[in-house]
């Protein structure tokens, strides 16, 4: 039996992989220790969920806080055998990283070196995958030219309106939010250790991971929280770029499948972007337009013209690369499928 420790079990990502390879048959080890809640309040609990998921079979739960390097440590040198570390616990959001800039930077930064150097240290033969973010990229995409449509922005450069954004976009003098820095220095670190050390190591550089599972509030998870406001008469608000800001959305099955691709055949200190692509992408405008004729609803929304600090006009996901060395893999969900199971 393969055994696998995934970091932020009671999320999106993190309980979409703990039920997948539960369903393959691993003995699955969660850390969760609901910082959700701290960071975004009640509605954004990841306890719920960690209680289903303690009624699997072979399911163990540790409420461990990552930042806490003796904890992480105790819990390695107690493990006889890890083949996989899916590492998805962190703060995810641009403004609550402002106000709380030491919390973002342990629980982003901190909490991912801890992790890679317990695995070199402990369980080197394993493969880590840690799950990164597009705004390791800044507002560089905000460098680029766009032409405005009615509903959305397009780049006017055909390169990345016909493939997206690569792994090749400079990460260099830009603002990228205290939240895109502390993420840039565990995607870094991560390559690193695959780099440096020769361990086996994915960085996954995600646009919108979203889905049914997803707990989306206000500062975090936009199709998730534009759903939930749809469905209790909550007044939305879109900042900035008019509604027409562009962002690929990927169902989170179809990022575990993907991670299981590269577990199956890994590589060390790696990186790839993954999201949408041109498969599944829209802007708010477009998203509240399906949501709505999808649901029969209006939401009542207003437009604010503030745009938060670092926030991209447009991104959508260059997964080439990935698909050339994973060639087997592909979507399954389209924005049309994400958007019927959120409502």
């Not at 317990?118 to 840690?130: G, K, L, S, W």
């Not at 390791?136 to 397009?154: Q, S």
């Not at 207003?302 to 926030?311: I, K, M, P, S």
Request: one cysteine or more.
């Amino acid at each position: 039996m393969k055994t696998i420790l995934v970091t932020g079990s009671g999320g999106l990502i993190g309980s979409e992989a703990v039920r997948y390879y539960h369903n393959k048959g691993f003995e699955v080890l969660g850390i969760d220790n609901n910082s959700r809640e701290k960071f975004f309040g009640k509605t954004a609990s990841t306890l719920p969920t960690v209680e289903l998921l303690r009624k699997l079979p072979g399911y163990r739960h540790f409420d461990l806080d990552i930042a806490n390097y003796s904890a992480i440590e105790s819990l390695f040198t107690s493990i006889s055998q890890i083949d996989l570390i899916i590492h998805t616990a962190g703060q995810p959001s641009h403004d609550w990283a402002a106000d709380n800039t030491f919390e973002d930077f342990n629980a982003n930064a901190v909490g991912t070196l801890n992790l890679l150097q317990a695995f070199r240290n402990f369980h080197p033969d394993a493969v880590f995958i840690f799950t990164s973010t597009n705004k390791v990229y800044g507002d560089r995409p905000n460098f680029l030219e766009y032409v405005e449509t009615e509903t959305r922005f397009t780049p006017t450069d055909r390169t990345y309106a016909n493939f997206g954004i690569s792994e090749n976009m400079s990460i260099d003098n830009c603002k990228h939010s205290l939240f895109g820095v502390s993420k840039v220095y565990g995607d870094l670190l991560t390559q690193e250790y695959g780099k440096y050390f020769g361990l086996k190591t994915g960085t996954f550089r995600g646009g919108c991971l979203t889905g049914e599972n997803h707990k989306g509030v206000q500062a975090h998870g936009f199709l998730s929280y534009l759903s939930f406001c749809l469905n209790n008469s909550i007044e939305y608000k879109i900042y900035g770029y008019k509604g027409k800001q562009v962002r690929d959305n990927i169902h989170s099955l179809d990022v575990i499948t993907a991670f299981d691709e590269f577990f199956k055949n890994p590589k060390s200190g790696e990186v790839y972007n993954i999201g949408g692509s041109l498969y599944s992408n829209c802007s708010i405008l477009e998203a509240i337009y399906l949501l709505e004729e999808k649901s029969g609803k209006k939401l009542n929304y207003t437009l604010v013209d503030n745009v938060r600090e670092g926030d991209h006009r447009w991104y959508i996901s260059d997964m080439r690369k990935f698909k050339e060395h994973y060639p087997s893999w592909k979507h399954t969900y389209s924005i049309s499928d994400i958007i019927e199971r959120l409502l």
